[in-house]
């Protein structure tokens, strides 16, 4: 009998830590995010992809469609190859486009797709030739100081 | 041979050489007569029982309050910066990767580390130990591998409901008491806690500090002076130097793991 009664303590311990792992995983974790459903893949070359990194969400009028699978550099044109894996369950035209954009101002970085008007929609291995490449801080900083040092030079003639 | 420092720092060296060797050895030793101990799991339940059930108010009252104390704290930290949405974040990363595996470790080497120390040495001291080899029964297959295997499993238990308790204390002070807006508080946590990443390497960390944690806690016991002084301070020894392996692994263990 105490024997038992052991045992049962024992599994009502495991099982305590089987439910506090679980609540991690579906409520703090991203588990119930993760999506298991079927995808395709495209790809997409950019000429500078910023912070950009695995798993961050592809999101069309700001939802999420589909996860960044793996980043390449190739090295013949010298560009950066994203593989983008896209739900399913959503299609978008052959001439979609893609843009690196930025969440909030210092926030993390995913790919927006815009729609394009094809009739065609895109198909596992499909390539996107229109991309906008990440907008790069010290870049933006460069052309406001050169455009005002221009201005400055029209104000003194 | 006062008076000869070369002679002196030679003896600490080879002390400590000799020392960490038998204990590696004592190790794998253990881990031999394992399987053997595998084949009785009743005595293992029994042991999970003493040393899991037993720590469970304590690691639950503390993980309440470390995440109560994280939620305060990074709210006061985050609000400057308008970013108090992230506490969720802040609450569950700390507590996921660092602090539940660490204060969990650090509680489990006091609470039951220190009464395997002490339970083995007195069984030593009341030479139970040597009448059972006398018995022809192996004291470390029957004693110690019991016990050491709870330990490396109740371990791992007890950092996860640490962690998971931490949370909802955060979520209590923070959303509740404090009003961060709940639906953000869960959100941002969910967006930046990666099961795999985080979670589970959490939980991995864990079970490393469990086998650390419970092994030095034997050990100590087992290699005690059979005398109520040196069991006494081998109860010492225990949450010194498995608490000094707690950090020095954990180091070592972030440093793999979330090099990103």
Redesign the interface.
Known sequence: MHRKMIDVWVGLFVLLGLAALLFLALKAGNMSTLSFGKTYAITGKFDNIGGLKPQAPVKSAGVVVGRVGNIRFDDKQFQAVVTLEMDAGYKFPKDSSLQILTAGLLGEQYIGISPGGDTVNLAAGDRISRTSSATVLEDLINQFIYSKAADGKDASK | MIGNPLAAIGRVVLDTLSSIGFATRSFFGLLQVSPGAMRRP?LI??Q??FI??HS?VIIIVSGLFVGMVLGLQGYITLTPYGAEQKLGQVV?LAL?RELGPVVTALLFAGRAGTSLTAQIGLMKAGEQLSAMEMMAINPIQRVLAPRFWAGV??M???G??F???G?LGGYLVGVQLIGVDEGAF?SQ???N???RA??LNG?LKSFVFGIAVTFTALFQGYHADPTPEDVSRATTRTVVIASLMVWGLDFVMTALMFNK
Request: no cysteine; aromatic share 4%.
């Open positions: 009743s339940s029994e999970i029982h899991g059930n469970l569950a996921v499993i109740a791992p238990v007890l996860t409901i962690s998971a308790v949370v869960w946590m969910q967006a806690v990666d099961v985080d979670v939980v």
